[in-house]
Nanobody, 114 residues
Framework: QVQLVESGGGLVQPGGSLRLSCAGS????????MGWYRQVPGKERELVAE??????TRFADSVNGRFTISRDNENTVHLQMNSLKPEDTAVYYC?????????WGEGTQVTVSS
């Protein structure tokens, strides 16, 4: 089992920045990839960014060039969000993926508004 704790959400003005973090505990040795998804009411959860154990990254087209993803070690992943737009407003969820299952965080609200 893996437990995830997210932090860093909040309210920011358009053009501002936020940094989300997700710390995992438990069987993190089994994790192959870490990522962030987001969801707004009435829409499906969508991929924002992902980083594999080997360091390969991928981003949603809507955030490419504005967001970066990084990890400190095998149990902590960060999402640096710059040049935020109102359409980035959503609940952001951390995801750790193993060979057997996905582990989701509880979500953290990001609101971009003036």
């Amino acid at each position: 089992q893996v437990q995830l704790v997210e932090s860093g959400g909040g309210l920011v003005q358009p053009g501002g920045s936020l940094r989300l973090s997700c710390a995992g505990s438990g069987a993190v040795f089994s994790i192959k990839a870490m990522g962030w998804y987001r969801q707004v009411p009435g829409k499906e959860r969508e991929l924002v960014a992902e980083i594999t154990r080997g360091g390969r990254t991928r981003f949603a087209d809507s955030v490419n060039g504005r967001f970066t993803i990084s990890r400190d070690n095998e149990n902590t992943v960060h999402l640096q969000m710059n040049s935020l737009k109102p359409e980035d407003t959503a609940v952001y969820y951390c995801l750790f993926t193993s060979s057997y299952r996905d582990y989701w965080g509880e979500g953290t609200q990001v609101t971009v508004s003036s």
